[in-house]
């Protein structure tokens, strides 16, 4: 069992950054994927970035790609999410998720552990 809490969430100006952190707890962190999440207003969950064990593996979506950075600390239980240049299409409620599959780490169906969330809003 991992236990997900997100924090660093909040309001920020467009082309403003934040810092998402996601601290787990429970049984060996390094050995999941780590993915982010995002879910805005009356659309549907999609998928934001995701990282590998090693770190040696990123996925971004293209709508975030170039402007958020994916990593983790695994000394620290710590995945984070980096965003810059943010936009108000940026505005959802972000969530960290943990996977032990190989693959398909942007389908939500793949992860095992899921944050509460934590609001992002960015203000045009």
């Known amino acids: 069992q991992v236990q997900l809490v997100e924090s660093g969430g909040g309001l920020v100006q467009a082309g403003g950054s934040l810092r998402l952190s996601c601290a787990a707890s429970g049984r060996a962190f390094s050995s999941y994927v780590m993915g982010w999440f995002r879910q805005a207003p009356g659309k549907e969950r999609e998928f934001v970035a995701a990282?590998?064990?090693?770190?040696?593996?990123?996925y971004y979506a293209d709508s975030v790609k170039g402007r958020f950075t994916i990593s983790r600390d695994n000394a620290k239980n710590t995945a984070y999410l980096q965003m810059s240049s943010l936009k108000p299409e940026d505005t959802a409620v972000y969530y960290c998720a943990a996977s032990t599959r190989s693959t398909r780490w942007t389908f939500g169906a793949s992860y095992d552990y899921w944050g509460q969330g934590t609001q992002v809003t960015v203000s045009s």
């Open positions: 990282v590998s064990w090693s770190v040696s593996t990123t």
